[in-house]
């Protein structure tokens, strides 16, 4: 698996846009994160919703683990007038590498349509050009049109698709303006 690049400068923990506060992920976050992991109508990638805060618990230690090690941060979207958890967005490594992360979002379902993912998605692509971060993916079902619509909001252009046993498998990239 290829590694970060030395020239990527790690990403901030924290990030603000007009209406939201992104913030790194602490094991603190856990419950509330656990109300939007739980439901089936917010949580419907990967395995589908978590039963146990274990689970959650786990999964935000490991997204503390890759801001440690490698740079990549993983936020809780957070709406600056309330303070309410809305959703998370950030960096991982997926199907394409270290060196080439994906971005993934999710957004609490009675929050969705607002633009909520757009704009904290858009703020995490800043970021990732600040930090100098050359390549960014996003994989998503064709059938999740609304996140299609975020993806192409922010940018991100079709590469390819694939397929596997849950059927296709859309692989959108996003490569900065600098390089």
Request: hydrophobic residues 35%.
């Amino acid at each position: 698996m290829a590694e970060i690049p030395r020239s990527f400068a790690g990403m901030d923990g924290t990030l603000s846009t007009e209406r939201l506060k992104l913030e790194g992920f602490r094991i603190e976050d856990a419950s509330e994160l656990h109300e939007i992991f739980s439901d089936p109508a917010t949580h419907t990638i990967g395995s589908g919703p978590f039963s146990h805060i274990d689970e959650t618990t786990a999964w935000i230690e490991r997204r503390i683990a890759a801001h440690r090690d490698l740079g990549l941060c993983w936020y809780g979207v957070r709406l600056k007038s309330t303070g309410r958890l809305l959703g998370n967005c950030g960096l991982f490594v997926g199907r394409t590498g270290a060196a080439e992360p994906e971005l993934g979002y999710m957004v609490r379902h009675d929050s969705q349509r607002r633009g909520y993912a757009s704009e904290a998605a858009s703020a995490v692509i800043l970021e990732c050009d600040r930090a100098q971060l050359r390549r960014l993916w996003a994989t998503v079902r064709p059938a999740n049109v609304a996140s299609m619509r975020v993806l192409d909001r922010i940018g991100m252009k079709l590469d390819r698709t694939e397929h596997d046993d849950k059927g296709s498998l859309h692989f959108l990239s996003r490569t900065p303006d600098w390089l």
